[in-house]
């Protein structure tokens, strides 16, 4: 069945550290991916997404380029900052399908 | 646009109580999610509706837990009776069919002691 792993946490960088979360997929069709983030106390965010191979995601500094060639969907940043501080979850949709299916998820501390 | 709504946030019961959570979706959002999150795990899905009916629910424990969506809008899910591996934290989330729009509520956190 469909699976997601992401890089094991947690993760601590100082502030304006770059940031690479690994993340992985399997899949017997063409999935869209998306990175989701969970703030403290709230509930879970769509952070970018990208449908097709190649597509390029982006949202708040963040990146992440869909690569099929090596089935991943890293999330990466040049700049992070203590704001950025969350738990931060790699998904996949499959085609023709609505649910989700998660990656275990990151927690990421930055330190000022 | 008001979010997904849950109650309540957190829920302490005793092993072999029942349990029941309530989700109001978007408003217009015709699909409705229930996903278990279980400490250090990402979110899994337990059901999914589509209006009134049930999309999924392969991932169900339906010998304990049963959920249901009456006019297509509110749902609840109950647990009856709970384990301590039922610890968790249950979401909720909406979106419009085909959209890759999820709204996920701030969950309810259930722990089984």
């Known amino acids: 069945g469909d699976s997601v792993t992401q890089m094991e946490g947690p993760v601590t960088l100082s502030e304006e550290a770059f940031l690479t979360i690994n993340c992985t997929y399997t899949a017997t069709g063409y999935p869209s991916l998306f990175w989701y983030v969970q703030y403290p106390g709230e509930g879970l965010q769509l952070l970018l997404k990208a449908t097709k191979a190649d597509d390029k995601g982006s949202n708040k500094g963040f990146e992440a380029t869909y690569r099929k060639e090596t089935t991943s969907f890293h999330l990466e940043k040049g700049s992070v900052q203590v704001s950025d501080s969350a738990v931060y979850f790699c998904?996949?949709?499959?085609?023709?399908?609505?649910?989700?299916?998660f990656g275990q998820g990151t927690r990421l501390t930055i330190n000022p | 646009e008001a979010g997904v709504a849950q109650s309540p946030r957190y829920k302490i019961i005793e092993k072999r109580q029942s349990v029941a959570f309530w989700c109001n979706p978007i408003?217009?959002?015709?699909?409705l999610y229930w996903y278990q999150q279980i400490l250090g795990q990402g979110p899994k899905l337990l059901i999914q509706f589509q209006n009134n009916g049930v999309v999924d629910d392969s991932q169900l424990p339906k010998d304990r837990f049963s959920a249901e969506r009456l006019k297509g809008v509110d749902s609840t899910l109950k647990i009856q009776p709970a384990k301590l591996e039922d610890s968790a934290v249950y979401l909720c989330?909406?979106?419009?069919?085909?959209?890759?729009?999820?709204?996920f509520g701030s969950g309810t956190r259930l722990t089984v002691v």
């Open positions: 408003s217009g959002h015709a699909t």
């Open positions: 998904a996949l949709r499959d085609q023709g399908a609505q649910k989700l299916v």
């Open positions: 989330a909406s979106s419009l069919p085909d959209s890759y729009g999820y709204t």
